[in-house]
């Protein structure tokens, strides 16, 4: 006989009765129990200064609404940009490279690839940063010591000779130059017979949080801006998986920011770029499904995943509402992710593994598409093959043994969790607004706004270490008088700038100067015309044969360069 089963509700108390209860509780158990044993400090708060309550109850959750937390996949995505996250692939394990020439750093990525590394990250030196070629003097004594020296684009074919560009994603971290650098890539793939819709990965070129924090610029802001729009539009239109920004959070935490500004800073660049794009008449959906982002993890546990959380709902909620995206795809914050190098220490280094695996950990629960995890030797040097393999073994430790990957955003209706995300999500939507009270991104960053709120959060942090507020092992707390066994840091090559300079010197020799030194003037005409796209020209001089220096030089007539108002 079969019988109907009614399913009876679960008994549900209101949210006062929660609070009373928990009212309740405070009187009589944690009461009685402070009588024993006093709490370790009277106030408790998360790195970025949130005070954190004793404990979270469903009563907490009273002003998040169940269709901000929804289901991953789903706007707001406040638990991930896809439906089944790593149970389908794990993230992108992307270990950062870069040194001397481009043959020495194609040896590392190929070390990397064997070693089980699924996408490609690069790191340049100083003065391809900045746009100076290996030969010029203000390059004396930096070439390939911080990265690998990029000046032409027989540089490009060394740095990725042998490696499939279709097979394979590759990350440039660059940002004044970056447009530069992208041009190259372009043109080694098509000598390569590549098809440019099938290439993925990104080019940083973030340059407003360059102006905020880490200071690589060259140019003014605006013809700055005008390039990461020419970038964004040509990619669109010609590169189809490419990501052509990855507007960056991570060096605005480097330089000293508190994890909350450290996202709604990002999220204010990101309005600038969205709108220089749109001023092109190009519409949101063309473009936004490919903007990318790049996030520190740092110490905070819980907190870091807040964060990542919160980023995801208020970028969905900014290109819906202010932009008015239509497709979920403008709407899915995607986002590197990096360990947080400003935590590594020399003292007890190899406490430096440690320190990356929590980070990695809170980055894969907070949803990451890609990771990069710091190498328990960065405080002294670019890392050691060792390291490396370490920094990588993390990642797949976490991805293999844990079985964190099984579920999506298996923190999800977290008490402490929820709270914290929405906690985020108000308090940059408030910055944002008072952004936009002040007169904008722009506005601020020549007053220096940005600049005294990085620096005024990176000096109390100092203050707290100095006296032991912020416990950092093996430096201020758990200090071991015992030396540290020695250390073998990655060397560096001292033939290294004769190598560079001798390419670069040889691909000047053998150039056409003539259709050059045309190409040269066309450039300088359509930087003067901002309503033209700046990328064709420099694809046709990075095809010619010209330097980074040549194209930076030209430009710096035509535009200037920029000089900042200190911040004391």
């Known amino acids: 006989m079969n019988e109907t089963i009614i399913a009876r509700p679960i008994s549900q108390k209101t949210i006062g009765e929660l609070r009373a209860e928990e009212r309740d509780w405070e009187t009589n158990e944690v009461a009685q129990f402070l009588r024993k044993q006093a709490e370790r400090r009277s106030d408790f708060f998360t790195l970025g200064d949130i005070p954190v309550k004793r404990a979270y109850t469903a009563a907490d959750l009273a002003d998040t609404p169940v269709e901000d937390i929804g289901l991953p996949g789903r706007y707001p995505f406040t ?6 996250m790593y149970r389908s692939r794990t993230w992108t394990m ?70 499939d560009l279709e097979k394979i994603s590759v990350s440039m971290t660059i940002n004044p130059s970056a447009w530069i650098l ?56 010609n590169m189809k998986r490419y990501n052509p920004i990855n507007i960056s959070g991570y060096h605005i935490s480097e330089a000293g920011s508190s994890p909350l500004h450290e996202a709604a800073f990002t999220l204010a660049n ?37 964060k990542f959380r919160a980023l995801r709902r208020c970028y969905a909620k900014i290109m819906k509402e202010r932009f008015g995206a239509k497709n979920p795809e403008s709407m899915r ?78 923190l999800g209706g977290s008490y402490y969790v929820e709270t914290l995300t929405t906690e985020y999500e108000k308090r940059i ?24 709120h990085i620096a005024d959060f990176a000096y ?8 032991g507020e912020k416990p950092v092992i093996g430096v201020n707390c758990f200090v071991d008088d015992a030396p540290d066994p020695i250390i073998h840091t990655h060397p560096y090559d001292q033939t290294t700038a004769a190598r560079q300079i001798a390419r670069t010197q040889r691909v000047r020799r053998e150039r056409d100067p003539v259709k050059f030194d045309l190409l040269l003037q066309q450039l300088v005409e359509t930087a003067k015309d901002p309503s033209q796209n700046i990328m064709p020209v420099t694809i046709e001089l990075v095809r010619a044969g010209a330097t980074m220096g040549d194209i930076i030089e030209t430009l710096k007539g035509v535009w200037g360069t920029y000089r900042e108002t200190p911040v004391f």
């Open 460 to 467: 109390e942090t100092a203050l707290r270490k100095q006296s």
């Open 79 to 84: 638990r991930g940009p896809y439906p089944t």
């Open 182 to 237: 992208l041009a190259m890539y372009i043109v080694l793939a098509e000598k390569r017979g590549y098809d440019l819709n099938k290439l993925s990965g990104t080019i940083q070129a973030d340059i407003l949080k360059e102006y905020m924090a880490q200071k690589e610029y060259v140019f003014p802001i605006e013809p700055s801006v005008r390039i990461v729009r020419d970038c964004i539009t040509y990619c669109a239109r």
């Open 429 to 452: 939507f408030d910055i944002l607004a008072e952004i936009e009270e002040r007169g904008g991104t722009l506005k601020l960053i020549q007053e220096g706004w940005f600049q005294r």
């Open 333 to 410: 914050l995607r986002f590197h992710c990096q360990t947080a190098a400003a935590s590594l220490t020399k003292p007890q280094y190899m406490v430096n593994v440690v320190r990356t695996a929590m980070q990695a950990l809170a980055a894969v629960l907070g949803g990451t598409q890609s990771l990069h995890t710091n190498g328990y030797d960065e405080a002294f040097a670019i890392p050691t093959e060792d390291a490396m393999r370490m920094a990588l073994r993390t990642q797949q430790v976490i991805a293999e043994e844990t079985n964190v990957t099984q579920v999506t955003d298996p």
């Open 94 to 163: 992307r270990q950062i490279a870069g040194f001397g020439t481009g043959e020495d750093t194609n040896k590392r990525f190929k070390y990397l690839i064997a070693q089980g590394q699924t996408g490609i990250s690069t790191d340049f030196d100083m003065p391809t940063l900045m746009g100076y070629d290996s030969d010029h003097p203000m390059s004396e004594g930096e070439v390939g010591r911080e990265g690998v020296a990029i000046d032409t684009l027989a540089d490009m074919e060394a740095l990725f000779d042998g490696i």
């Open 270 to 306: 990101l309005i600038v770029y969205v709108e220089e794009v749109l001023k092109t008449g190009m519409q949101v959906d063309e473009f936004a499904p490919r903007l990318a982002f790049f996030f520190v993890c740092q110490a905070d546990f819980f907190e870091e995943i807040a």
